[in-house]
T-cell receptor, first 112, second 117 residues
Framework: AQSVAQPEDQVNVAEGNPLTVKCTYS??????LFWYVQYPNRGLQFLLK??????LVKGSYGFEAEFNKSQTSFHLKKPSALVSDSALYFC??????????FGTGTRLTVIP | KAGVTQTPRYLIKTRGQQVTLSCSPI?????VSWYQQTPGQGLQFLFE???????NKGNFPGRFSGRQFSNSRSEMNVSTLELGDSALYLC????????????????FGPGTRLTVL
């Protein structure tokens, strides 16, 4: 069975500091991993995905994620946080079918 | 291209009623998926449609149903509403191919917030 864990409900970081939002996964077979962001009263916006290839994936708005197969992790990172990055972040794994299994979400707050 | 649109944005219904939500995917996208988002259960997959056929289904009761039209627009219906059906219902489209293994990202609409009283 597929599962995704986001161990932190809340992450606080000062503006300008690097940020990390953690995600670990458990899947049978090759993992297809995604990060989405949700702003208040909005749908989800795609940030980046890992399907195959380089372990470091670059995405929208300066975000990147590192796929680590041995640690079964796919942490989201950004070198310098902006106040506008404050939002709810979801890690997701795609199952064999075309549906996403989401983690519980991590609320990121960037403090000015 | 216009994004995924969902109508209505907000709905208030009472227990026992039924509701129909609508989703228009991005032009050219043939796959439409529906998700339910609640504070307690998070984001859960409802079903996916591709070329007017339900291709995948999540673990929801039969009160939840959907369909897709030839223009790829999709509707979902919830009958005999319960209080627990109050949620944000999100629709997503992707440019999946027939085989379903192109692993393209899904693009989400703004959602329909359903409140059941």
């Amino acid at each position: 069975a597929q599962s995704v864990a986001q161990p932190e409900d809340q992450v606080n970081v000062a503006e300008g500091n690097p940020l990390t939002v953690k995600c670990t996964y458990s899947v049978s077979g090759n993992p297809y991993l995604f990060w989405y962001v949700q702003y208040p009263n909005r749908g989800l916006q795609f940030l980046l995905k890992y399907i195959t290839g380089d372990n470091l994936v670059k995405g929208s708005y300066g975000f990147e994620a590192e796929f680590n197969k041995s640690q079964t992790s796919f942490h989201l990172k950004k070198p310098s946080a902006l106040v506008s990055d404050s939002a709810l972040y979801f890690c997701a794994v795609r199952t064999g079918a075309n549906n996403l299994f989401f983690g519980t979400g991590t609320r990121l707050t960037v403090i000015p | 291209k216009a994004g995924v649109t969902q109508t209505p944005r907000y709905l208030i219904k009472t227990r026992g009623q039924q509701v129909t939500l609508s989703c228009s995917p991005i032009s050219g996208h043939r796959s439409v998926s529906w998700y339910q988002q609640t504070p307690g259960q998070g984001l859960q997959f409802l079903f996916e449609y591709f070329s007017e056929t339900q291709r995948n289904k999540g673990n929801f009761p039969g009160r939840f149903s959907g369909r897709q039209f030839s223009n790829s627009r999709s509707e979902m219906n919830v009958s005999t509403l319960e209080l627990g059906d109050s949620a944000l219902y999100l629709c997503a489209s992707s440019s999946e191919k027939t085989s379903g293994n192109s692993y393209n990202e899904q693009f989400f609409g703004p959602g329909t917030r359903l409140t059941v009283l």
